[in-house]
């Protein structure tokens, strides 16, 4: 059971979890998450149904949409695998940015390569500066696919 104030996936992949643990979700998140005193309220309405995600539930899958895609579920494994290694460590000890363990970096920063890899199949780049470039980019992504469904 999960508790009102969390959220849940029912029958996410390895896909989501990457993606949802991306650079890229985390500066859509910083930018449209509502807040109580500092901290993040992530809510389904305002930030899960907006997020535009990289286009790779396309109907004619490529080689190169499932190479993506494929990337991301092998770096998203690579992320729960550091994690694991880290036997007692809470994510509080994980993710402290001070003595974050180099296996779960270098984990991250492969899985945010391999999400922007992805988003460059959509007119994104692969290396973004900031974040601010990476909100830009998704702002203007989720005007295109609003203007999309509008005039369907």
């Given at each position: 059971m999960v508790a009102d104030s969390c959220s849940s996936v029912p029958d996410a992949a390895l896909?989501?979890?990457?993606?949802?643990?991306?650079?890229?979700?985390?500066?859509?998140?910083?930018?449209?998450?509502?807040?109580?005193?500092?901290?993040?309220?992530?809510?389904?309405?305002?930030?899960?149904?907006?997020?535009?995600?990289?286009?790779l539930d396309a109907k004619s899958v490529t080689a190169q949409v499932q190479k993506s895609r494929s990337a991301?579920?092998?770096a998203a494994q690579a992320v729960l695998d550091a994690r694991a290694a880290e036997v007692g460590a809470t994510?509080?000890?994980?993710?402290?940015?001070?003595?974050?363990?180099?296996?779960?970096?270098?984990?991250?920063?492969?899985?945010?390569?391999?999400?922007?890899?992805?988003?460059?199949?959509?007119?994104g780049k692969r290396n973004w500066k900031t974040d601010a470039e990476r909100v830009a980019f998704l702002f203007t992504r989720y005007e295109a696919l609003t203007n999309m469904a509008d005039s369907t």
């Open positions: 896909y989501h979890f990457g993606v949802l643990s991306s650079a890229m979700h985390m500066a859509w998140v910083s930018h449209v998450c509502g807040r109580i005193n500092s901290d993040y309220r992530y809510t389904n309405q305002i930030v899960y149904n907006n997020f535009p995600w990289p286009d991301i579920e092998l994510l509080a000890d994980l993710y402290n940015p001070i003595t974050m363990p180099a296996a779960l970096l270098k984990a991250h920063r492969a899985l945010d390569a391999a999400v922007d890899a992805a988003y460059a199949l959509n007119g």
